[in-house]
């Protein structure tokens, strides 16, 4: 894999295309590299690097790789980390790469783009700083024209700086479940030529219920400024703008407008473009279009820049999304990018496209996911196009986790941030704080970045209808379920206490009635305390957690068994309340050695799913039926039944789809060797969007002993049902979690 990576990105470095008025050079490849202590490039550059990539995958190893990348022997539980607390050395990094231009372009503007560089980013080129930027998380654009030599080499020398020194008032929090934050430049890095009158920036915002795309655009004038009375101050400019659909070709709609681009500014341009019979974007028919802006200057092609676009509506109604008019429940996960930047296995994972796919659509959309939320930080951008061309709806987080940034700033990087990944019909949630309140975002900005795109939901952590009256959009409650203390007598008793109902499905809201009282839609976009590292081993936040639950010699595979039993049962509790709007367990990507942890074993680069993995293909179905008793597994204060007594109980029917879903539910008893001992059928029909309550009645049996009870949903002859299982104690005999049957998944 690692020698694919390499020729790839050997043969996109030398890459040029043009686009009948922009030409652009890729950069991505390998790069000279090298770190110093003080602010001063080295006199040799010593390793090389990839690019895009971070400064762990230079060749040979920085001096202080060790530091960044330690795998723990034992488990420490620990609730957070300080990054004041640092254990290495800050450095500067350096990157050069020498280019040829030719001849021709003289005359041109060229403009050196860094999608995202992470801390401080300085450009030079030939010896002459050309730009400096503090955003982290968008695209750096620099203009170089002035220091380049045609018909020659030049040199490119880029200065990527710490984390530590990141200015206060840049707009990139902490995230105390990190500990090292790894600088380097992230994403693609590529310089375009243009005209002197070039497109800066592009939204085409849909609506598909007026079948119409409004077009904004930032227009970049090159020409110097009026210097002397009399000089023009603006140029008359003719703007084409073209839809075509991404996989014929076929323009389906046409449009051009002039105006009037003032010199040496930006200047915005507006307009509304009618699409006939446009083909809506879903997860399940992902339709792209491609938008292109033509500038001429006195009939002169100038720039030609293009988008990817998807023809969706995003909304709310009521508690509730709506996707192109229609009721949308969200299920999915969350990925944690910048914490898996710091995981020992990380290498370049995160830039191998075929490894991306499988993580972020071909995984999810075989357990029924069709959401993710981008979680702590943003992620490469192309990313977002596979979501866009396979169909996965993304709730799109800032990193702002702890409070830091000015406000001016941060209003510049969210406004870059908006115009940079607007055109992804796949991001349908801008999610400006992570678990916070800050109230200039929350009141000030958000309504004027709604102004900006208003075809997209705001999320702003924690803050509610109390903090933020009608700009308040959504809310994202996080109702975890247990808790981490740093002892186990007191953990045992905060349990006794205050007893969880695993499995109970409507009688665990005591503390989260606000969810079910509030009148914006509930988005549950993290729950699960229950992680484990891949090895099997509880993470830093849930040591106490699985001792209580399981003693401190449980196997990693009796870990991963109440892991994946958890997590089933709490998807079934939350998914059972049907004005939450979406639920999005946490996590499906993270640093193994972390604070919490993901859902694969073993190495990563293989992405080989856990069991819990495989229950979310059940209680994640659109259409499922769960039972509703609570566990006698795990929960300690429950009386074991009665043999041979009547168990009454609910099955719980819930349907995601606009269509009824009939069919019928086996119910299985079995003992401790996985025998049936009794078996029972129950017919089911569950309104679209709906949700039903199907009485039960089971006949205990007469021996004590330890049982798992399944109900299997078959929607149509011949499918394959959906599970929900529970396990049930009967009578006083003696047991343990060790003693029951295990149902495994293939």
């Not at 060790?66 to 609730?79: A, H, N, R, W």
């Not at 009608?470 to 205050?498: G, Q, V």
């Amino acid at each position: 894999m690692k020698k694919r990576i390499l020729i790839m990105c050997c043969f996109l470095s030398t890459l040029i295309w043009a686009n009948n008025g922009r030409t652009t050079i890729s950069l991505n490849g390998e790069w000279d590299f090298d770190q110093t202590e003080q602010a001063f490039p080295p006199r040799k550059f010593t390793r090389k690097i990839p690019v895009p990539g971070l400064v762990h995958l230079a060749k040979p190893k920085i001096a202080q790789y060790e530091k960044f990348f330690k795998k723990p022997d034992v488990v420490e539980l620990t609730e957070q980390s300080n990054f004041l607390e640092r254990d290495y050395k800050p450095m500067y990094n350096w990157y050069k790469r020498k280019i040829f231009i030719d001849e021709k372009l003289k005359g041109e503007q060229l403009f050196l783009t860094i999608k995202k560089s992470q801390y401080v980013t300085r450009v030079f080129v030939n010896g002459h700083q050309m730009g400096a930027s503090i955003e982290c998380y968008t695209p750096i654009d620099v203009n170089i024209t002035s220091a380049i030599k045609y018909g020659a080499e030049n040199e490119i020398l880029i200065q990527v700086g710490d984390r530590a020194w990141l200015p206060s008032e840049a707009a990139g929090s902490t995230d105390k479940e990190k500990v090292h934050y790894l600088p380097g430049i992230w994403d693609d890095v590529f310089i375009t030529v243009t005209g002197k009158i070039r497109v800066d920036k592009a939204l085409f915002l849909p609506s598909l219920a007026k079948k119409q795309v409004t077009v904004k655009t930032l227009i970049r004038s090159l020409y110097p400024p009026q210097m002397l009375y009399g000089d023009n101050m603006k140029d008359i400019c003719k703007f084409e703008f073209r839809i075509k659909e991404k996989t014929t070709g076929r323009i389906v709609s046409e449009k051009t407008i002039k105006g009037e681009p003032k010199r040496d500014n930006r200047t915005y341009f507006e307009t509304t473009i009618p699409i006939d019979n446009p083909k809506a974007w879903t997860p399940d028919s992902p339709f792209l279009y491609e938008g292109e802006v033509s500038v001429y200057n006195q009939d002169k092609l100038v720039d030609r820049y293009s988008v990817n676009f998807g023809m969706r509506d995003f909304s709310r109604r009521g508690k509730f999304f709506t996707l192109n008019g229609e009721k949308f429940y969200l299920r999915g996960s969350n990925i944690t990018l910048q914490r898996f930047f710091e995981d020992p296995d990380c290498q370049a994972l995160a830039w191998d496209r075929e490894w991306v796919k499988k993580l972020m659509i071909d995984l999810p959309k075989s357990i029924n996911w069709n959401a993710m939320r981008i979680c702590v930080g943003v992620v490469p951008d192309f990313w977002y196009d596979l979501c866009d061309e396979y169909g996965i709806v993304l709730q799109n987080e800032w990193f702002y986790w702890q409070n830091h940034g000015w406000d001016e700033q941060i209003r510049k990087e969210y406004t870059n941030w908006v115009w940079s990944d607007g055109n992804h019909p796949s991001i349908v949630i801008w999610d400006a704080i992570n678990e916070n309140w800050d109230n200039y975002i929350g009141n000030t900005l958000i309504p004027e970045l709604k102004k900006l795109d208003p075809t997209r939901i705001w999320d702003a952590g924690y803050m509610t209808s109390t903090q933020m009256g009608t700009n308040d959009e959504m809310d994202e409650p996080h109702p975890y379920r247990a808790i981490t203390l740093m002892h186990s007598s007191k953990l045992n008793d905060y349990f006794k206490k205050h007893p969880y109902n695993l499995g109970a499905l409507h009688d665990n809201w005591t503390g989260f009635s606000y969810i079910l009282d509030a009148g914006v839609p509930q988005l549950v976009n993290e729950y699960g305390w229950i992680w484990l590292w891949r090895d099997g081993r509880p993470s830093k936040l849930t040591l106490n957690n699985f001792n209580y639950y399981l003693g401190e010699n449980a196997t990693p595979e009796q870990c991963r068994e109440l892991q994946a039993y958890w997590l089933e049962l709490e998807t079934e509790w939350l998914r059972s309340e049907r004005s939450i709007s979406g639920i999005l367990a946490f996590c499906h990507l993270t640093n193994n050695y972390g604070f919490t942890g993901d859902w694969f074993i073993n190495d990563i680069k293989d992405l080989e799913p856990s069991p819990a993995f495989h229950w979310f293909k059940h209680c994640f179905a659109p259409t499922a039926v769960f039972i509703d008793l609570t566990d006698y597994r795990y929960t300690k204060h429950l009386q074991p039944l009665t043999p041979g007594s009547d168990l009454a109980f609910n099955l719980v029917g819930v349907n995601d789809l606009n269509k009824v879903s009939s069919g019928k539910v086996i119910l299985k008893l079995l003992d401790e060797k996985g025998n049936a001992i009794s078996m029972q059928e129950e017919p089911i029909v569950i309104e679209s969007f709906g949700k039903r309550l199907q009485p039960c009645l089971l006949k205990l049996p007469s021996k004590a002993g330890c049982y798992l009870l399944i109900a299997e949903y078959y929607e149509q002859e011949g499918a394959k049902p959906i599970l929900s299982r529970r396990y049930l104690k009967v009578g006083d005999s003696v047991t343990s979690f060790k003693d029951y049957f295990e149902y495994t998944l293939n």
